[in-house]
C-alpha cells in the first residue's frame, strides 16, 4: 500500500483498509445533512457565546469535582471524630466456637463438629478443664478463652466491645481502633491500644496481664498502668494495677516492687524498697520509675526522678521541677522519650471509657 492513500485517496489501497472503511462508513455524515458553517452569519459579538457561557459546562465540572472532594474530606473527618455512643449504636453478638471439649453459653452447649454460637450482652460463656472456646468479632478480634474460665459479654454497641473475665485465663488479639475494645476484671479495666495480650484473673480476682504485642493501658479509679510488650502488670482488688515490669528483672527488683506495691509497708520499709528497686534499675526498667513517679512522695519521688533522669535523661523542655510537680505534659513528653510512642494515643481514648473503673473495681484506692 502506497502511504498516499491515507492522506489523499490516491495510490493502491490496503485490502485491509478497505474493508475498515466498509465497516465504518455507515457512520459517515452525508455532504446533504451537514451543516454550512460558512453560510451562518455572526453580525455582532452580542450574538456569539461568551467566554464563560462557553465554558460553563467546563466549570460546573470542576465546581462539582470539588464539592464531591469537600464533602468527601468532611464526613472522613467526623468519621474520625464523632464516636457511636450506646444509644445510636446496634448491639452485636460475638461469634463462638469450640477448640476443645464443651465450652457453653448458658445452656447452651458449643460443640467442634457444630456450627459456631452466640455470644449476646449480658450473655456468659463457660468453659470446664476440659474445654477452650474462641470468640471473635468482624473488625474488633479474636479472644481464645482458656479452660476453667468465664466470660461475659457487657457491652456490645458499636464500636465499643466490652467483655467481663470473672475468673481464669484469655488471650486476646485485637486489631480494632485503639480504646474500642476493654475487658472488665474484678480488679481493673484492661483498655486495648492496639495489640495482643494475655490476661489472668484467679478466683480471688487477682489479676495479670502479659502484652506480646504493642500496648495495653489498665486503670482502676484513676491509677493507670501503661504495659508494653514484654512487660507485665499485675492488679489486687481494692487495690487496682500495680506497677508494670519486664518480667526478666531481678528478682529482688521484682519482690521490692511486689511489696510496694500490694502491701503496707512502714515508711521506713517503703523507703527501702525503693531504694532495692533504684539500685537494681536497669535502663529499660525506666519503664518501671516512669510509673513509680507519681506514686511516691517526697524525697523517694526526688530519688526516683534523679534515677530515671540517668538511665534516660529527659527531653529538654522537661523540668526536675515540673515532673516533682507531677506536671502531666512533661510526663508524657518523658514517656515518648522511654520509645513506647505518644501517649496521647491514651489520652484521647480513655475518655471514652470514664467513670466506668470504679464499677470494674469497687473500693480500689490509689495507694
Known sequence: MNDDYLWDGSGQPDPEVQKLEEMLGRFRQKPESAPDFQSTPISSAAQRPSVLARRWPVWMGIAA??????????????????????ANA???????SSLAGEPRVGAAVIRQAGAPGKLGVGQTLETDEHSRANISLEGTGEVQVEPGSRVRLVGAAAPYQRLALDRGTI????????????????SA??????CAYTLHVDDSGAGLLRTSLGWVGFRANGRESFIPAGAVCA???RIGPGT??????????REAL???????????EQSAGIAQILADARKRDALTLWHLLPRVNGADRIRVYHRL?????????????????????MLDLWWAQLGYGDISLWRNWERAWSGDSSAAAPGAAEK
Open 189 to 194: 479495666i484492661a483498655v486495648d491500644l492496639g
Open 65 to 86: 469535582a470539588l464539592a464531591l472532594a469537600v464533602a468527601g474530606w468532611l464526613a472522613l473527618r467526623a468519621s474520625k471524630h464523632t464516636r457511636l455512643t450506646p
Open 258 to 268: 511486689t511489696r510496694f506495691d500490694f502491701e503496707s509497708p512502714t515508711p521506713a
Open 244 to 253: 508494670p515490669y519486664y518480667e526478666d528483672a531481678g528478682l529482688a527488683f
Open 171 to 186: 488471650q486476646a488479639t485485637i486489631w480494632a481502633s485503639p480504646g474500642d475494645f476493654a475487658v472488665e476484671t474484678p
Open 235 to 237: 492488679t489486687r482488688p
Open 309 to 329: 533522669a540517668a538511665l534516660v535523661p529527659p527531653p529538654p523542655q522537661v523540668t526536675r521541677a515540673g515532673v516533682l510537680q507531677l506536671d502531666q505534659h
Open 90 to 96: 446496634p448491639q452485636l453478638a460475638w461469634s463462638v
